[in-house]
Every structure is written in C-alpha cells, then in structure tokens.
C-alpha cells in the first residue's frame, strides 16, 4: 500500500471512531528494533470491538493494553495473542 493510500485510510478510520464516540489518540506503532514503524490510534475499546475494527480496515494485527501489558493480537494466520515483551524460547 502506498503511503497515501495509507493515510486516506487513517483518515476514514479516525473518523469512523469519532462517529462512534470511541475515544482515540494518534500514536506510533514500532517494533523493538525501530525498522519498523506505522502510524495508527489508541481507541478505549474492548476486544470484540477492536478485531472488528481491525478485520473491517484490513489490518493483520493491532496492538492490545489490557492495563497491565501490551500484547499483539494476530488477524491472520492463527490468531495469536503474543504478550509482549516477547521473551525467545528456551532451548
């Protein structure tokens, strides 16, 4: 996807959670070793709501606060929940 592409979908996305009342603040997503960055939105949201909004704008993951840790909920694949900081297996 293009960056502008991306953007416009930002956009229909903050005001798809204005329209909702959903309170949200922009914020960067990145992984730990910085090579990778997006921009999105922290949304007050319960789980149910936020894989729906994920699944409806196309997103493979989104990240998750449940007010102790983060986590990566998985869209894809298997649906994963990786806690992070994501600890390396053990051999």
Do not use: K
């Amino acid at each position: 996807m293009t960056p502008h592409a991306n953007m416009l979908r930002r956009g229909v996305l903050a005001l798809e959670l204005r329209n909702a009342g959903l309170v949200h603040r922009p914020v960067n997503g990145r992984n730990a070793d910085g090579s990778w960055q997006e921009q999105g939105f922290a949304v007050a949201a319960g789980v149910g709501e936020s894989d729906a909004l994920a699944e409806l704008h196309g997103q493979n993951a989104y990240f998750w606060f449940d007010g102790t840790a983060f986590s990566i909920h998985e869209m894809t694949g298997q649906h994963r929940t990786i806690r992070l900081p994501r600890v390396p297996d053990q051999p």
